[in-house]
């Protein structure tokens, strides 16, 4: 019996693709991949899950609150520096905390997902 033990790909459906690709290249400092799917942009991955932003298949305006529940982490080394180079370019919904897994903050994408910032020195 096989076991799906790892996660292999997240999307987020966003409203504005090029909007969304510009924040995640330009402050996240995401690479987009070589291919993306038509209507999505897929980034290059150095480990674990696959990351993309997707138009969407379902009615973004039909809820006030995109991904409600769901938390998203993306490993970031320096998170102090990180955060004051994206200073102005992103929502912060939460400063610098300490966490069992290390130092956190949070911030918003442009249709107000929230992102886990955690300091790693494996980023």
């Known amino acids: 019996m096989s076991l799906a033990t790892q996660l292999g790909f997240i999307s ?3 409203s504005d693709l090029d909007a969304s690709r510009q924040f995640y290249t330009d402050v996240l400092n995401f690479q987009p991949a070589p291919q993306s799917p038509p ?3 897929v ?6 899950a696959s ?16 991904g409600w529940g769901v938390g998203l982490w993306f490993a970031v080394p320096e998170l ?4 004051q180079r994206i200073e102005g370019k992103a929502t912060l919904v939460r400063g610098v905390q300490p966490s069992p ?18 300091e790693s020195k494996a980023a």
């Open 12 to 14: 987020l459906q966003v």
């Open 39 to 41: 209507d999505a942009c």
């Open 43 to 48: 980034f290059v991955t150095q480990r674990g």
């Open 51 to 66: 990351f993309a932003i997707r138009k969407p298949l379902v009615d973004l305006q039909a809820t006030d609150k995109l």
């Open 80 to 83: 102090d520096a990180f955060l």
């Open 101 to 118: 897994f290390g130092n956190t903050a949070i911030i918003a994408d442009p249709d107000g997902y929230w992102l886990t910032l955690q």
